[in-house]
Protein backbone atom coordinates (compact mmCIF):
# COMPACT_ATOMS: atom_id res chain seq x y z
CA UNK A 1 0.00 0.00 0.00
CA UNK A 2 2.58 2.46 1.17
CA UNK A 3 4.94 1.00 -1.84
CA UNK A 4 1.82 1.75 -4.56
CA UNK A 5 1.09 5.63 -2.62
CA UNK A 6 4.84 6.25 -3.67
CA UNK A 7 4.75 5.10 -7.23
CA UNK A 8 1.42 7.18 -7.39
CA UNK A 9 2.79 10.10 -6.15
CA UNK A 10 5.86 9.57 -8.49
CA UNK A 11 3.95 9.85 -10.90
CA UNK A 12 1.40 12.34 -9.66
CA UNK A 13 4.84 14.46 -10.04
CA UNK A 14 6.11 13.74 -13.34
CA UNK A 15 2.31 15.00 -14.89
CA UNK A 16 1.92 17.79 -12.29
CA UNK A 17 5.16 18.64 -10.59
CA UNK A 18 3.28 21.98 -8.89
CA UNK A 19 2.13 19.60 -6.19
CA UNK A 20 3.17 19.54 -3.04
CA UNK A 21 5.46 15.86 -1.80
CA UNK A 22 3.00 13.65 0.38
CA UNK A 23 1.94 14.44 3.76
CA UNK A 24 2.89 11.80 6.28
CA UNK A 25 1.09 13.02 9.21
CA UNK A 26 -1.99 12.06 6.55
CA UNK A 27 -1.05 8.60 6.23
CA UNK A 28 -2.47 7.40 9.18
CA UNK A 29 -2.57 3.40 10.29
CA UNK A 30 -3.60 0.99 12.18
CA UNK A 31 -1.19 -2.71 12.61
CA UNK A 32 -2.40 -5.82 12.47
CA UNK A 33 0.19 -8.79 13.85
CA UNK A 34 0.52 -11.54 11.25
CA UNK A 35 1.95 -14.96 12.33
CA UNK A 36 -0.27 -17.76 10.76
CA UNK A 37 -0.77 -20.76 12.92
CA UNK A 38 -0.25 -18.67 16.87
CA UNK A 39 -2.43 -16.99 19.02
CA UNK A 40 -1.48 -13.42 18.18
CA UNK A 41 -2.55 -13.57 14.38
CA UNK A 42 -4.69 -11.16 13.30
CA UNK A 43 -4.58 -9.25 17.09
CA UNK A 44 -4.64 -5.52 16.54
CA UNK A 45 -2.02 -2.96 18.26
CA UNK A 46 -3.42 -0.93 20.67
CA UNK A 47 -1.85 1.50 22.75
CA UNK A 48 -2.06 1.50 26.68
CA UNK A 49 -0.17 2.65 29.75
CA UNK A 50 2.91 3.83 27.51
CA UNK A 51 3.10 0.57 25.91
CA UNK A 52 2.20 -0.49 22.68
CA UNK A 53 0.33 -4.13 22.69
CA UNK A 54 -1.82 -6.48 20.35
CA UNK A 55 -5.17 -7.82 21.20
CA UNK A 56 -5.61 -5.75 24.04
CA UNK A 57 -9.80 -5.61 25.04
CA UNK A 58 -9.92 -2.33 26.37
CA UNK A 59 -6.99 0.53 26.03
CA UNK A 60 -9.31 3.01 28.62
CA UNK A 61 -8.46 6.15 25.78
CA UNK A 62 -10.23 8.98 25.38
CA UNK A 63 -11.06 9.02 21.40
CA UNK A 64 -13.90 10.19 19.43
CA UNK A 65 -14.66 7.25 18.71
CA UNK A 66 -14.55 5.53 22.37
CA UNK A 67 -15.90 2.08 21.23
CA UNK A 68 -12.46 1.40 19.04
CA UNK A 69 -9.75 -0.52 20.46
CA UNK A 70 -6.96 0.20 18.27
CA UNK A 71 -4.53 2.67 18.47
CA UNK A 72 -3.98 4.71 15.36
CA UNK A 73 -0.49 5.57 14.14
CA UNK A 74 1.50 7.44 11.62
CA UNK A 75 5.08 8.07 10.42
CA UNK A 76 6.62 11.21 10.27
CA UNK A 77 10.45 11.94 9.01
CA UNK A 78 11.23 7.83 10.41
CA UNK A 79 9.56 8.72 14.07
CA UNK A 80 6.00 6.99 14.63
CA UNK A 81 3.52 8.68 16.65
CA UNK A 82 0.09 7.80 17.91
CA UNK A 83 -2.82 9.48 15.82
CA UNK A 84 -4.23 13.03 17.47
CA UNK A 85 -5.84 15.79 16.19
CA UNK A 86 -4.95 17.69 19.03
CA UNK A 87 -1.43 19.89 19.74
CA UNK A 88 -0.43 17.28 22.08
CA UNK A 89 1.83 14.49 20.34
CA UNK A 90 2.48 11.14 21.63
CA UNK A 91 5.58 9.86 20.09
CA UNK A 92 7.11 6.69 19.76
CA UNK A 93 10.47 5.65 21.40
CA UNK A 94 12.52 2.40 21.09
CA UNK A 95 15.35 1.41 23.70
CA UNK A 96 17.56 -1.01 21.88
CA UNK A 97 19.87 -1.20 25.00
CA UNK A 98 20.95 -4.19 26.86
CA UNK A 99 18.81 -2.58 29.20
CA UNK A 100 16.02 -1.89 27.28
CA UNK A 101 16.23 -5.02 25.17
CA UNK A 102 13.74 -3.34 22.38
CA UNK A 103 11.24 -2.28 24.55
CA UNK A 104 8.92 -0.15 22.65
CA UNK A 105 7.23 3.03 24.91
CA UNK A 106 5.97 6.48 24.08
CA UNK A 107 5.49 9.97 25.50
CA UNK A 108 3.30 12.33 25.48
CA UNK A 109 3.78 16.01 24.95
CA UNK A 110 6.84 17.32 25.75
CA UNK A 111 8.42 14.17 27.73
CA UNK A 112 12.27 13.19 26.48
CA UNK A 113 12.18 9.79 25.24
CA UNK A 114 14.75 7.14 27.16
CA UNK A 115 15.26 5.89 23.42
CA UNK A 116 15.52 6.41 19.88
CA UNK A 117 12.54 8.02 18.00
CA UNK A 118 13.69 7.36 14.58
CA UNK A 119 14.09 4.18 12.87
CA UNK A 120 10.60 3.20 11.62
CA UNK A 121 9.48 2.43 8.24
CA UNK A 122 6.83 1.05 6.39
CA UNK A 123 8.56 -2.03 3.96
CA UNK A 124 7.76 -3.20 0.51
CA UNK A 125 5.28 -6.00 1.92
CA UNK A 126 3.28 -3.12 3.64
CA UNK A 127 4.74 -4.11 6.85
CA UNK A 128 5.78 -1.95 9.86
CA UNK A 129 9.31 -2.11 10.89
CA UNK A 130 12.29 -0.90 13.15
CA UNK A 131 15.83 -0.48 11.71
CA UNK A 132 14.52 -2.65 9.52
CA UNK A 133 13.61 -5.68 11.16
CA UNK A 134 10.12 -6.97 11.83
CA UNK A 135 8.59 -6.71 15.64
CA UNK A 136 8.17 -9.68 18.15
CA UNK A 137 5.21 -10.14 20.60
CA UNK A 138 5.24 -11.62 24.07
CA UNK A 139 2.41 -13.13 25.16
CA UNK A 140 0.60 -13.06 28.90
CA UNK A 141 0.51 -9.27 29.20
CA UNK A 142 -1.41 -6.65 30.41
CA UNK A 143 -5.05 -8.61 30.51
CA UNK A 144 -4.62 -11.47 28.49
CA UNK A 145 -2.58 -9.14 25.34
CA UNK A 146 0.29 -8.88 23.71
CA UNK A 147 3.44 -7.04 24.55
CA UNK A 148 4.81 -5.47 21.37
CA UNK A 149 8.89 -5.32 21.34
CA UNK A 150 11.61 -3.97 18.07
CA UNK A 151 14.16 -6.56 17.58
CA UNK A 152 17.23 -5.73 19.67
CA UNK A 153 18.92 -9.34 19.34
CA UNK A 154 16.72 -10.84 22.15
CA UNK A 155 14.03 -13.84 20.88
CA UNK A 156 12.73 -13.31 24.15
CA UNK A 157 13.15 -9.88 25.44
CA UNK A 158 12.49 -8.24 29.13
CA UNK A 159 12.23 -11.46 30.75
CA UNK A 160 9.46 -12.77 28.75
CA UNK A 161 8.80 -15.94 27.51
CA UNK A 162 7.38 -17.82 23.70
CA UNK A 163 7.63 -14.84 22.41
CA UNK A 164 6.97 -14.95 18.33
CA UNK A 165 8.35 -12.52 15.54
CA UNK A 166 5.24 -11.00 13.69
CA UNK A 167 4.86 -9.53 10.55
CA UNK A 168 3.33 -5.90 11.46
CA UNK A 169 0.32 -5.30 8.31
CA UNK A 170 -0.19 -1.48 7.95
CA UNK A 171 -3.96 -0.99 7.26
CA UNK A 172 -4.57 2.83 6.05
CA UNK A 173 -7.49 4.60 7.33
CA UNK A 174 -9.01 7.14 5.28
CA UNK A 175 -10.83 8.61 9.07
CA UNK A 176 -8.55 8.51 11.25
CA UNK A 177 -9.76 7.74 15.42
CA UNK A 178 -8.13 10.56 17.31
CA UNK A 179 -7.29 9.73 20.95
CA UNK A 180 -5.22 10.55 23.95
CA UNK A 181 -3.82 7.23 24.80
CA UNK A 182 -2.91 6.35 28.56
CA UNK A 183 0.61 7.11 29.91
CA UNK A 184 0.46 5.32 33.55
C1 LIG B 1 0.54 17.57 7.27
O1 LIG B 1 -0.80 17.38 7.69
C2 LIG B 1 -1.01 17.71 9.04
C3 LIG B 1 -2.43 17.30 9.39
O2 LIG B 1 -3.33 17.59 8.38
C4 LIG B 1 -0.71 19.20 9.24
O3 LIG B 1 -0.90 19.54 10.59
C5 LIG B 1 0.74 19.48 8.85
O4 LIG B 1 1.01 20.85 8.95
C6 LIG B 1 1.00 18.99 7.43
N1 LIG B 1 2.44 19.10 7.15
C7 LIG B 1 2.92 19.53 5.97
C8 LIG B 1 4.41 19.55 5.83
O5 LIG B 1 2.18 19.87 5.03
C1 LIG C 1 -9.44 -0.20 31.65
O1 LIG C 1 -10.43 0.18 32.59
C2 LIG C 1 -11.02 -0.93 33.27
C3 LIG C 1 -12.17 -0.39 34.13
O2 LIG C 1 -11.71 0.64 34.95
C4 LIG C 1 -9.97 -1.65 34.09
O3 LIG C 1 -10.51 -2.76 34.73
C5 LIG C 1 -8.84 -2.10 33.15
O4 LIG C 1 -7.80 -2.67 33.91
C6 LIG C 1 -8.30 -0.94 32.34
N1 LIG C 1 -7.35 -1.45 31.36
C7 LIG C 1 -6.27 -0.73 30.98
C8 LIG C 1 -5.38 -1.39 29.97
O5 LIG C 1 -6.01 0.39 31.37
C1 LIG D 1 5.32 -20.76 27.59
O1 LIG D 1 4.77 -21.91 26.97
C2 LIG D 1 4.81 -23.07 27.80
C3 LIG D 1 4.33 -24.25 26.97
O2 LIG D 1 3.09 -23.97 26.38
C4 LIG D 1 3.95 -22.80 29.03
O3 LIG D 1 4.00 -23.92 29.88
C5 LIG D 1 4.47 -21.60 29.75
O4 LIG D 1 3.61 -21.27 30.85
C6 LIG D 1 4.54 -20.40 28.83
N1 LIG D 1 5.14 -19.28 29.55
C7 LIG D 1 4.77 -18.00 29.33
C8 LIG D 1 5.42 -16.98 30.21
O5 LIG D 1 3.95 -17.69 28.47
Known amino acids: MQFKTLVLAASAAVTASALPAANSTANTFGVVSIHSGNAVQYAAFNAAKGSILAGLPHQNASCD ?86 DAGYANPGYNANCTGIAARVEKTSNPNSCLYTQQ
Open 65 to 150: RPKEQSATFYIDDGALFLYAASATPQEIFVDASGMGQGVIGYTTGAQSAPGERKGWAIDSNNHLQFGGKDLIACPNSIEGSWSIWA
